[in-house]
């Protein structure tokens, strides 16, 4: 294993069509994009060679000074790449332009609240808007969930505006066009983008585990959940246990579920020893 980038990491996503990293790093934190081809041109490279190739390689997205959260997305109508960045004062949309090989800001939206900071910065895709919402915290209501969003579409943001407290999400997903999984708790629920529960006779709309899930993962025959003991599979049809790893004295955390599901292992209470990574596979389906 090699280092890319020294620079300290709080979030990271790839675009692996174009090669393509984007972080949020630094101490004084500012979104990042990073040519991987280069980066690793650059562990390679003679040392006097690396100070010109890294300017080329990591490229510094100035608009986000501070930024606090970031979610991106490959929107499937469009194939267009976009990253949603929160910053102090603003809500920001970058595009990935291949004929200018770079992220570009696209749209501001001024923030409301001062210095405002959500638990929950997801992405929501609908098919007839060119740009995504992003889902900033889920209340209960009567009927279902609300879900806040800011609509990157609009000109204006409005938050705020639910006088309960939001529930504790932990993993919010878009599976399919109309469809969001929910989870918080010990529970998954599939529901709209209205929030109300979908209704549909081979799958449950709600599936409850034995354990508070710090983060969960759809799978196309049931739903992963993953706790700090280990991991939960259910069942999508019967919400009965089907897979199950608990340990008590190891410490588990789901570090990626894009394309491949990536796990880390570490004893428990003692976060100084080195970590195992494991590659895990399904048979929920089967």
Not at 248 to 271: G, H, P
Request: proline letters at 3%.
């Amino acid at each position: 294993m090699v280092i890319l980038s020294s620079k300290r990491v709080t979030w990271l996503s790839v675009y692996d069509k174009h090669n393509w990293l984007l972080t949020i790093s630094g101490d004084h934190t500012y979104l990042y994009s990073h040519n991987l081809l280069l980066l690793h041109e650059n562990v390679k490279d003679e040392e006097r060679q690396v100070a010109r190739k890294k300017l080329m390689a990591s490229q510094r997205l100035n608009e986000t000074r501070g930024v606090k959260k970031a979610c991106a997305v490959l929107v499937p109508y469009t194939k267009e790449y976009l990253c949603c960045v929160l910053t102090p004062t603003s809500f920001l949309l970058y595009k990935w332009r291949s004929d200018r090989v770079k992220f570009e800001c696209i749209k501001t939206l001024a923030c409301p609240i001062q210095d405002y900071t959500p638990a929950l910065f997801e992405s929501m895709i609908k098919y007839d808007e060119p740009f995504p919402s992003i889902c900033v915290a889920v209340y209960q209501r009567d009927g279902g969930l609300f879900m806040e969003t800011v609509n990157m579409n609009s000109s204006s943001v409005f938050l705020g505006t639910q006088s309960s407290a939001p529930l504790p999400v932990t993993t919010l997903r878009q599976i399919e066009s109309d469809t969001m999984l929910v989870g918080f708790d010990n529970r998954a629920l599939f529901v709209n983008r209205e929030g109300i529960q979908k209704s549909n006779s081979r799958a449950k709309s709600a599936i409850t585990f034995s354990t508070p899930i710090a983060s969960m993962v759809f799978l196309e025959g049931g739903v992963l959940g993953f706790h700090r003991a280990g991991m939960e599979g259910r069942n999508l049809s019967t919400g009965k246990i089907e897979a199950e790893v608990k340990d008590d004295s190891k410490q588990f955390r789901l570090l990626s579920s894009a394309k491949m599901i990536i796990l880390e292992s570490r004893v428990a209470n003692d976060t100084t020893n080195n970590s195992n990574l494991y590659v895990l596979t399904s048979r929920l389906a089967e």
